[in-house]
C-alpha cells in the first residue's frame, strides 16, 4: 500500500512491547479490573473480549494514560500509543483534510496523502466534516492513527458505524500496520478479520467485590 | 502548538465560532449604559473608565464556557491529552486563541466606544494599553475557571461564579489606570500592577488549568 | 509514638472528634456567654462611639473567623493534594459553610456599627470590600463542591480552586486597598485612631475571641463527622450494589 512507504521511512525502531503487569483499574471509585496481566508485542493485535460493563474502555483509558491504574505495572509510555475512542475528535467546520492535517502536524507529521488514501477519503478531502456520514466520519477518525506515528493503537470499539467493505479497509490497513512492525490492542465485539490476532477475555480479571472497595474502603 | 492555535483561530472565524459576539456584547453594552443613566456628558465621562473594563470583562466571559467544553464534547480534548504536546500547552495556546479573538479586538475597539461614552482624551491611550495588557490575563483565568468546569453540564453559570471573582484584582487596577488618566492623574503604577497580574496569571494557571483538566478526564 | 497523621484514618478521627467536638462545643458557649454579656453589660460606653461600640465583640471575632476559616480550607487543601487524607478534603468542605456564615455575620455586624459611626449602612471601604469578595469566593468554592457528583474529583478540583483563590483573595486585597484608601479604623485592637484599647473592652474581646475559635472547630468537626458518615453510607450502598 502506498501511505505504507511513510510508515516505513519513519519506521517503529526494532522491536517493541507493551507489557501490563497484574493491573487493577477503577471506574468512578469501583474497581472493574484487577490481577491483569498480557503483554503485546511489534506485529502483534490482541483483542479485547467481555461483556458491557466489564471494564473495556476503563482499560484503555488506563493504558492511554488517562486515568490513573490502581495497581500494577504498565511498561509502555503512553508517548507511544495512539488512542482512539468512540468519539472521533472531529470539527465539523473543519474539512476532511484540514481535521487530519491538524492531527499530523500535533504530532510532528505533515504528509497525509497516505492516510487519506488508506481510508478512502482522498475524494471527501475538501468537505467538510459536518457533511460526512456517520462511517466517514470514522473513517476519519480511523485515519488519525495513521499520522501519529506512534507504534501501539489503542482501539475502543472501532468499528462502530464502519459498514463491512470499510471494516475489511480498516482491517487492511491494521494488518499493514502490523506489518510495518507497529502493533494493536483492540476492543470490539464484531469478527475483523484478523485470524492472527489473539483474544484476551477479560471476564476472569473481573475485580472481587467485596472487600476490595478502593478508595471509599477507609470509610468502611 | 502553532497547529493548535491554527485550529482554534479557525474555527473561531468559521460560521458557529462565536467571533464578533463578545465585540457585538461589548458595543451593546456601551449603548445601552447611557440609555440607563441619561445623557450628561459629566456623568458618562465619570463612569467611562469603569464601564468599559466591566463591558470588556463581561464580554471576555462569554464565550469561555466553550474553550475546553466543545473539545470535551467531540474527543478532542481525550486526544489532545494523549498527544505529545503537554496539556498545559493545550492551555496557554487555547487562551492565547482566546485572546486573540476576544481580548485583543475589544481592547482595538474600545477607544471608539470611548467616543460614544465621552471618555477624557488623555484616557484614551491608557484605555486601549490596559486592555492591552489586562486582558490576557481574563483569558488565562477564565481559561483556569473553564477547566475547573468542562465535564458539567451548565458548567457555564457555575463557571461565571468561579471567574468573576477572580477577575476583581486585574479588573481594578485596569480600571485604575484609565480612570486616574482621565483625572490627570499618573496611572503607571496600576498598568504595570495590570500587566503584572497578567504576566503571574500567564506563567502559573496553566498549570493549575492543566492539572483541573486532568482529574476532569479521568 | 504516636502521629498527628493517625487521625487522617476515618475511624480514628472519628473516635477523637466523638470526644473532641462536645467538649469544645461547651467551652466555646461559655466563652462566648461569659464574653458577650460582660461586653454588653459590664464595660462603659465609649465616649466617642457611644453603645454601639460594643458590636465589637461580634464583629471582630467573626471577621477572625472569616479569614482563618479560609486559611484552614488551604491547609486542609494542600493537605489533601499532598497526601491524599480524605479527612482533610471533608474538613475543608466543611469549614467553607461555616467561614462564608462568618463573613456574612462580619459583614452585618459591620454595617450595624456602622451607619451611627459613619451614618451609611455600606460603603465602599476597602476592608468592608475585601470581605464582600471573600464571601464572593466562598460561595463559588461551595458551589463548585456541590456541582460535581464524584468525591474525589470534587475535592481536587476545589482543592486547586482554594489554592489559586487564595493568590487572588490577596490581590483583592491589594486592589481594595490601591482602589480607596478607606474609612475603616486601623485594626490592632484600637478603637479610635490614637488610642489604644482599655484592658476592660480586651478582656471580654479576647474571651469572645477564643469562642469563636472553639466554636469554629466544634462546627468544623460536626461538619466532617457529617461528611463522613455520608462517605460512609455511600460507600455501604456501593458495595451492596456491587454484590447484588
Known amino acids: 500500500?502506498?501511505?505504507l512507504g511513510g510508515v516505513r521511512r519513519f519506521g517503529y525502531a526494532g522491536f517493541m512491547e507493551l507489557r501490563v503487569t497484574d493491573l487493577a483499574c477503577a471506574r468512578g471509585g469501583l474497581p472493574l479490573i484487577e490481577g491483569l496481566s498480557f503483554a503485546v508485542a511489534s506485529g502483534e493485535a490482541l483483542v479485547l473480549r467481555g461483556p458491557n460493563g466489564s471494564g473495556k474502555t476503563t482499560l484503555l483509558r488506563t493504558l492511554a494514560g488517562l486515568q490513573p491504574a490502581l495497581k500494577g505495572e504498565i511498561t509502555c509510555p503512553p508517548e507511544e500509543m495512539a488512542y482512539a475512542?468512540?468519539?472521533?475528535?472531529?470539527?465539523?467546520?473543519?474539512?476532511?483534510?484540514?481535521?487530519?492535517?491538524?492531527?499530523?502536524?500535533?504530532h510532528g507529521q505533515r504528509d497525509i496523502t497516505g492516510a487519506l488514501e488508506a481510508m478512502n477519503l482522498t475524494d471527501l478531502a475538501g468537505r467538510q466534516a459536518q457533511h460526512l456520514s456517520a462511517g466517514q466520519k470514522r473513517r476519519l477518525g480511523l485515519a488519525r492513527l495513521l499520522v501519529t506515528g506512534r507504534w501501539l493503537w489503542v482501539l475502543d470499539e472501532p468499528t462502530v458505524s464502519l459498514d463491512a467493505a470499510s471494516v475489511a479497509l480498516f482491517a487492511g490497513v491494521v494488518r499493514d500496520h502490523l506489518a510495518a512492525g507497529g502493533a494493536a490492542l483492540l476492543a470490539t465485539h464484531i469478527d475483523l478479520g484478523l485470524p492472527e490476532a489473539r483474544v484476551l477475555d477479560l471476564a476472569p480479571y473481573r475485580a472481587e467485590l467485596p472487600p476490595d472497595l478502593g478508595f471509599d474502603e477507609a470509610f468502611l | 502548538m502553532t497547529a493548535l492555535l491554527i485550529r482554534d483561530l479557525r474555527l473561531a472565524m468559521r460560521a458557529g465560532g462565536g467571533f464578533g459576539l463578545g465585540l457585538g456584547f461589548f458595543l451593546i453594552l456601551a449603548v445601552l449604559v447611557p440609555l440607563g443613566v441619561g445623557p450628561d456628558t459629566g456623568t458618562l465621562a465619570l463612569i467611562a473608565p469603569g464601564i468599559l473594563w466591566v463591558g470588556a470583562l463581561l464580554a471576555c466571559l462569554l464565550s469561555l464556557d466553550r474553550l475546553f467544553a466543545l473539545d470535551h464534547e467531540d474527543g478532542s480534548l481525550d486526544l489532545l491529552a494523549t498527544s505529545p504536546i503537554p496539556l498545559e500547552g493545550v492551555v496557554a495556546v487555547k487562551a492565547l486563541a482566546h485572546w486573540l479573538t476576544t481580548g485583543l479586538p475589544l481592547a482595538l475597539a474600545a477607544p471608539v466606544l470611548g467616543i460614544l461614552l465621552n471618555l477624557p482624551g488623555p484616557a484614551f491611550a491608557p484605555l486601549m494599553l490596559s486592555l492591552l495588557l489586562g486582558t490576557p490575563a481574563l483569558s488565562v483565568i477564565g481559561a483556569f475557571g473553564a477547566a475547573l468546569t468542562v465535564g458539567l453540564k451548565r458548567g457555564g453559570l457555575l463557571m461565571s461564579l468561579l471567574v468573576l471573582p477572580l477577575y476583581v484584582p486585574t479588573l481594578v487596577f485596569g480600571a485604575q489606570a484609565v480612570s486616574r488618566a482621565a483625572q490627570g492623574l499618573d496611572g503607571s503604577?496600576?498598568?504595570?500592577?495590570?500587566?503584572?497580574?497578567?504576566?503571574?496569571?500567564?506563567?502559573?494557571?496553566?498549570?493549575?488549568?492543566?492539572?483541573?483538566?486532568?482529574i476532569n478526564l479521568r | 509514638m504516636a502521629s498527628l497523621w493517625e487521625y487522617a484514618n476515618p475511624v480514628k478521627f472519628m473516635r477523637l472528634s466523638g470526644w473532641l467536638m462536645p467538649v469544645s462545643a461547651l467551652l466555646a458557649a461559655?466563652?462566648?456567654?461569659?464574653?458577650?454579656?460582660?461586653?454588653?453589660?459590664?464595660?462603659?460606653?465609649?465616649?466617642?462611639?457611644?453603645?454601639?461600640?460594643?458590636?465589637i465583640f461580634l464583629h471582630v471575632p467573626s471577621a477572625l473567623m472569616a479569614i482563618n476559616a479560609w486559611a484552614m480550607m488551604l491547609i486542609?487543601?494542600?493537605?489533601?493534594?499532598v497526601r491524599r487524607h480524605h479527612v482533610s478534603a471533608l474538613a475543608a468542605k466543611a469549614a467553607a459553610p461555616i467561614g462564608a456564615t462568618m463573613t456574612l455575620i462580619a459583614l452585618i455586624t459591620g454595617a450595624i456599627w456602622g451607619q451611627p459611626m459613619w451614618g451609611t449602612w455600606w460603603e465602599w471601604d476597602p476592608r468592608l470590600t475585601s470581605f464582600l469578595i471573600l464571601f464572593l469566593f466562598y460561595l463559588g468554592y461551595i458551589a463548585l463542591w456541590s456541582a460535581i457528583e464524584d468525591t474525589d474529583t470534587a475535592a481536587d478540583l476545589t482543592a486547586i480552586l482554594c489554592l489559586v483563590g487564595?493568590?487572588?483573595?490577596?490581590?483583592?486585597?491589594?486592589?481594595?486597598?490601591?482602589?480607596?484608601?478607606?474609612?475603616?479604623?486601623?485594626?490592632?485592637?484600637?478603637?479610635?485612631?490614637?488610642?489604644?484599647?482599655?484592658?476592660?473592652?480586651?478582656?471580654?474581646l479576647y474571651l469572645c475571641m477564643a469562642g469563636f475559635a472553639l466554636l469554629f472547630l466544634a462546627l468544623v468537626l460536626a461538619g466532617t463527622r457529617t461528611e463522613i458518615r455520608a462517605r460512609r453510607a455511600r460507600a455501604l450502598m456501593t458495595r451492596e450494589r456491587a454484590r447484588a
Open chain 3, 166 to 204: 487564595s493568590v487572588f483573595a490577596a490581590l483583592s486585597r491589594y486592589a481594595a486597598l490601591f482602589w480607596n484608601q478607606g474609612l475603616h479604623q486601623g485594626a490592632s485592637l484600637s478603637v479610635a485612631p490614637g488610642t489604644r484599647m482599655d484592658w476592660a473592652y480586651k478582656a471580654p
Open chain 1, 85 to 106: 475512542a468512540h468519539a472521533d475528535g472531529l470539527k465539523s467546520t473543519l474539512t476532511v483534510a484540514e481535521n487530519l492535517s491538524f492531527w499530523a502536524e500535533i
Open chain 3, 30 to 55: 461559655g466563652l462566648i456567654v461569659t464574653g458577650l454579656v460582660w461586653g454588653f453589660f459590664f464595660t462603659e460606653a465609649d465616649y466617642r462611639q457611644g453603645a454601639s461600640v460594643k458590636i
Open chain 3, 76 to 81: 486542609a487543601s494542600l493537605i489533601w493534594l
Open chain 2, 189 to 214: 503604577t496600576a498598568l504595570l500592577l495590570t500587566a503584572g497580574i497578567t504576566a503571574g496569571s500567564a506563567a502559573l494557571l496553566p498549570f493549575a488549568a492543566a492539572f483541573a483538566l486532568r
Open chain 1, 1 to 3: 500500500m502506498v501511505w
